[in-house]
């Protein structure tokens, strides 16, 4: 499955990149903005799905075009990405910070300059012209309230897979998570791990760690694809009891609308990319228009197996 996997990664950033340079040709419209969207990284599928709204969204309006950067989970090369955006003369920046301390002067340096949109990921400042995302902390909490039904009254062992430790969707995920299962004299938390995000990382940590704690009733993963590959490594080990819990309920093959609807997973939480709605944002600043908000908070919904086929159908998938 992982071969699959990397494949259709891998053609996923193909069709981007191709759509990407067609839009450049802008269609001989003059172009009136550009816009610049700095990428932590492109091996999450959320990130690809990200991408893909911006570019949707922005193909409605020729006066614009969008170039995108890919910062591959690296900090440093994504401060070097905002630079060479700017150089090439932006009018907005879009960044979703790999990590918020490293990235918080570049972002502070860009919006003396240009409105900036920060995408998903907090800084460690306000100085930007609006933030856009969803409530990670609520997310966690969310999680920890189904795990906490999912359990019932016998209670059990749980263990945390976290994503980037330095970004902070992982930080108020884990911390929000934790908050709520503390009340619960019943349930233990047993430990954790990172995996920065990856469904592989998360596969070959997996297999040892479930051999560590050989009583796991159920692993929470911040996001789909770490979830899958820790599914994929208990089914390795002959691991059929233990339950899965994850974020983001992306549709498709591998999306997490899938994963629980095939019974892989026993919820996911819906996590918006807000790529249209930075489009949007951005739109509305740099014709601007009045009353932008500084925050923008997108709802997340709880998909169990009770729900799934609404969620499925409404996106055009049943595979």
Known sequence: MKSVFKRIAVLA???????NCSQS???????KYLIGVSQAN??????????????????????????FTDA??????????????????????????????????IVQTAYRKIPVIVLDREIESTDYTTFIGA????????????????????????????GLLDSTPAIDRSEGFRETIAGNAKIHLVGSVTADWLRDKSEDMMKNKLLEWPQVDVVFAHNDPMALGA???????????????GIDGL????????????????????????GKESIQSALRILNHEANIPKRVTLSSTKVTGENVNEFVQANGSSK
């Open 251 to 274: 549709p498709g093959q591998w999306g997490g609308l899938q994963l629980v609807k095939q019974k892989v997973l026993q919820a996911t939480f819906i996590y918006p990319t807000g």
């Open 72 to 105: 591959a989970q690296n900090s440093q090369k994504q401060i070097r990405d905002v630079e060479k955006l700017m150089n090439q003369g932006i009018d907005l920046l879009i960044i979703s910070p790999n990590e918020a301390k490293p990235l918080t002067p």
């Open 135 to 162: 409530d990670n902390r609520l997310i966690g909490r969310m999680a920890g309230q189904f795990i906490e039904q999912l359990l019932s009254d016998k209670g059990g062992e749980v263990l945390e897979i976290k």
């Open 25 to 31: 040709e802008n269609d001989g419209e003059e172009v």
């Open 231 to 245: 599914y994929k490594a208990a089914e390795s080990i002959g691991r059929k009891e233990t339950k899965f819990v």
């Open 13 to 19: 950033g193909l069709v981007l990149f191709l759509t």
């Open 42 to 67: 492109l091996g999450e599928p959320w990130r690809v799905s990200m991408n893909r709204e911006i570019q949707e969204e922005a193909a409605k309006h020729k006066e614009v075009r969008v170039i």
